[in-house]
């Protein structure tokens, strides 16, 4: 439950980060629906101290037949995530996702498969101060949406960061570790989050699997 509004004014980039600082994120009914401004009574955040990985996950993760990147093919990222039955990214949503990266506000996680070069698995969303607001993720193979964001939480630990905004929780984020919490207590979080400096950089491309599984889940 929450609020949502049919958004009556033209979004821009700058408007999108200004929703964004105050907690309210847009959604579009469908592909081809309107887009409203969402915010809801509970919030879904994944603690970047309390993540957790099962150890099925660890073994594809050490086995490997895969390879990482960051921002290096973003607008795929978002058209597979789009391309999906159901979605809530229409046109405009992606255009504006499009202007944020380009502005360094957005980041893309792209898991490839190693022998035929496929993108099989990503995820992709905001960055505002040490806050990483997480929109959309996709998975064409087994893993490849797990992989990414596990890869995803271990540059947001890497780099400072203090909030994973999820939205909401589904089951599939809520075996990682994703709870909900209420609005007034986002808020408080993202206000002091927003204020902080991160770096979304700080992690190499090359880290190993294990620096990886250490980073992402604060553990040995």
């Known amino acids: 439950m929450g609020t949502s509004s049919q958004a009556s004014t033209e979004i821009t980039s700058d408007l999108l980060l200004q929703a964004y600082a105050v907690g309210v994120f847009p959604m579009a009914e469908s592909r081809e629906g309107e887009l409203r401004w969402v915010d809801p009574d509970r919030r879904g955040i994944l603690p970047l101290d309390r993540f957790h990985v099962s150890r099925t996950t660890r073994r594809v993760v050490r086995r490997g037949g895969f390879r990482v990147t960051m921002n290096r093919a973003f ?4 058209a597979k995530c789009a391309a999906r039955p159901e979605t809530w990214i229409n046109t405009e949503i992606s255009r504006l996702y499009m202007e944020l990266h380009q502005r360094g506000f957005a980041h893309s996680v792209e898991v ?8 099989f698995g990503g995820i992709y969303g905001v960055s505002l101060g040490a806050a990483f607001f997480g929109e959309s993720m996709f998975s064409s193979r087994t893993n490849g949406s797990k992989l990414a964001l596990i890869w995803l939480m271990a540059r947001l630990n890497a780099g400072g960061y203090m909030l994973m905004d999820t939205q909401f ?29 991160s770096d979304w950089t700080a992690l190499s491309e090359d880290a190993s699997s294990d620096d990886i599984l250490h980073l992402s889940t604060q553990t040995s």
């Open 75 to 78: 607008g795929q990222v978002v």
């Open 112 to 119: 490839w498969d190693s022998e035929d070069d496929v993108l």
């Open 169 to 197: 929780v589904t089951s599939h984020l809520a075996g990682f570790g994703a709870v909900e919490i209420s609005r007034g207590e986002y808020r408080a979080r993202l206000a002091h989050a927003i204020q902080h400096h």
